[in-house]
């Protein structure tokens, strides 16, 4: 034991030898060691390791998340899917049978039910689909985003192009509350709310067909026919539509699954986007996510929508990425898939590959195909709104 009682302990490398013993010294004195004991290589790897990780974290950090989703989130339960039969040449009796449904003497009343923003094509195409069975048309519209930013009403100023619906549209508005940084999520239940009065006020009553779905989430109309015919059919019954992106052209999978399609109860439906049950029919229609002609609504979706955080740096709204993006069939967030299996995840990497067919889509597209030609295989380019 030294004078003083202080131990330096052998296993100490020299180096430290001249600080040991000193108290007042001994947390700046340990520093020195460890600085002292470092390669200074192995200094100057780490300052530039540590910021090149942070920096790599800050741009990526998103993509690392969800492609290590399977670790921290399990799939959802799976779907009860019904087989879904339709040929023209067959008669609804035996549509209903193979269904294992009966079928009604008189068909159902049917509403059709929808938020608005912006989307006067497609709201144009699916509303043509579904004409011939719809009972009343129900479109609410704000003069507010999800996001809390304002907006014009543009149907309310594009109405003269509905006029083969007016006779059976209810249409409403509702003021946004336009409350910046507020989670979208939140205006978005309070227009849903809305629309359930605006419903009422359409006249729907107990046992009617409601159709919950977005704008761009269009269901067939055999689908709505089978189902306003057909008895005991299940009184929530979720849709899986193909999942397309931009047009028609990038075909994503067959996993759309949001819409739905209610036997209406008075007291007990409630307007909603979620899931609502475990039964759903193949095959229902289509969903087309940012169909959009103009470059611009691509931008003012990017910023008005409900998941507004996904575009984390400003050039993700440049007008040439975004056209670009467009045609490659790849993500406008650069995100990677949201899916629950690494399996899901690496089958999706990549862009969308190009499909040719334009096989079994709405008829009014198809008949109107020189208006609608960005909706088509091979033609990706994105009009100017002054051409």
């Given at each position: 034991?030294?004078?003083?009682?202080?131990?330096?302990?052998?296993?100490?490398?020299?180096?430290?030898?001249?600080?040991?013993?000193?108290?007042?010294?001994?947390?700046?004195?340990?520093?020195?060691?460890?600085?002292?004991?470092?390669d200074l290589r192995i200094v100057m790897l780490l300052f530039m390791l540590i910021?090149?990780?942070?920096?790599?974290?800050?741009?990526?950090?998103?993509?690392?998340?969800?492609?290590?989703?399977?670790?921290?989130?399990?799939?959802?339960?799976?779907?009860?899917?019904?087989?879904?039969?339709?040929?023209?040449?067959?008669?609804?009796?035996?549509?209903?049978?193979?269904?294992?449904?009966?079928?009604?003497?008189?068909?159902?009343?049917?509403?059709?039910?929808?938020?608005?923003?912006?989307?006067?094509?497609?709201?144009?195409?699916?509303?043509?689909?579904?004409?011939?069975?719809?009972?009343?048309?129900?479109?609410?519209?704000?003069?507010?985003?999800?996001?809390?930013?304002?907006?014009?009403?543009?149907?309310?100023?594009?109405?003269?192009?509905?006029?083969?619906?007016?006779?059976?549209?209810?249409?409403?508005?509702?003021?946004?509350?336009?409350?910046?940084?507020?989670?979208?999520?939140?205006?978005?239940?309070?227009?849903?709310?809305?629309?359930?009065?605006?419903?009422?006020?359409?006249?729907?009553?107990?046992d009617d067909l409601l159709i919950m779905s977005d704008v761009d989430e269009i269901?067939?109309?055999?689908?709505?026919?089978?189902?306003?015919?057909?008895?005991?059919?299940?009184?929530?019954?979720?849709?899986?539509?193909?999942?397309?992106?931009?047009?028609?052209?990038?075909?994503?999978?067959?996993?759309?699954?949001?819409?739905?399609?209610?036997?209406?109860?008075?007291?007990?439906?409630?307007?909603?986007?979620?899931?609502?049950?475990?039964?759903?029919?193949?095959?229902?229609?289509?969903h087309c996510s940012f169909c959009f002609r103009y470059i611009s609504d691509f931008?003012?979706?990017?910023?008005?929508?409900?998941?507004?955080?996904?575009?984390?740096?400003?050039?993700?709204?440049?007008?040439?990425?975004?056209?670009?993006?467009?045609?490659?069939?790849?993500?406008?967030?650069?995100?990677?898939?949201?899916?629950?299996?690494?399996?899901?995840?690496?089958?999706?990497?990549?862009?969308?590959?190009?499909?040719?067919?334009?096989?079994?889509?709405?008829?009014?597209?198809?008949?109107?195909?020189?208006?609608?030609?960005?909706?088509?295989?091979?033609?990706?380019?994105?009009?100017?709104?002054?051409?």
């Amino acid at each position: 034991m030294p004078e003083g009682g202080y131990y330096c302990s052998k296993k100490t490398d020299d180096i430290c030898e001249d600080v040991c013993g000193q108290e007042s010294r001994a947390a700046f004195s340990r520093l020195r060691c460890i600085l002292r004991g470092l390669d200074l290589r192995i200094v100057m790897l780490l300052f530039m390791l540590i910021p090149s990780g942070i920096f790599v974290i800050y741009l990526h950090g998103q993509k690392i998340t969800y492609f290590l989703r399977p670790l921290w989130e399990s799939p959802p339960k799976s779907f009860n899917d019904i087989p879904h039969y339709y040929h023209e040449n067959v008669s609804m009796e035996n549509l209903c049978k193979l269904h294992g449904w009966g079928i009604r003497e008189s068909p159902r009343r049917v509403f059709d039910a929808v938020l608005f923003s912006n989307e006067l094509d497609i709201l144009t195409i699916r509303w043509n689909e579904l004409y011939p069975y719809i009972t009343q048309f129900v479109l609410l519209e704000s003069n507010s985003t999800f996001t809390g930013l304002p907006k014009p009403l543009v149907f309310a100023g594009n109405r003269d192009k509905f006029k083969f619906i007016e006779p059976r549209l209810t249409y409403g508005t509702i003021g946004g509350r336009h409350r910046k940084g507020e989670n979208p999520f939140v205006e978005e239940a309070y227009q849903r709310v809305a629309l359930d009065q605006l419903l009422r006020i359409a006249g729907i009553s107990d046992d009617d067909l409601l159709i919950m779905s977005d704008v761009d989430e269009i269901p067939s109309s055999h689908t709505i026919n089978l189902l306003r015919w057909c008895d005991d059919i299940p009184p929530i019954l979720h849709l899986r539509m193909n999942n397309y992106l931009y047009s028609f052209e990038f075909l994503v999978d067959n996993k759309s699954w949001r819409a739905s399609v209610h036997r209406y109860q008075t007291g007990k439906t409630r307007y909603a986007h979620f899931r609502q049950t475990d039964d759903i029919l193949a095959d229902a229609g289509w969903h087309c996510s940012f169909c959009f002609r103009y470059i611009s609504d691509f931008i003012f979706k990017m910023k008005a929508y409900s998941h507004v955080d996904r575009v984390r740096f400003s050039h993700f709204l440049n007008p040439k990425r975004l056209q670009k993006v467009i045609c490659q069939g790849a993500d406008l967030f650069d995100m990677l898939p949201e899916e629950y299996t690494f399996r899901e995840i690496i089958g999706k990497l990549g862009p969308i590959p190009s499909s040719h067919s334009a096989v079994h889509l709405p008829a009014y597209l198809l008949n109107n195909a020189d208006k609608y030609k960005y909706l088509l295989p091979g033609n990706c380019k994105r009009e100017s709104e002054d051409s």
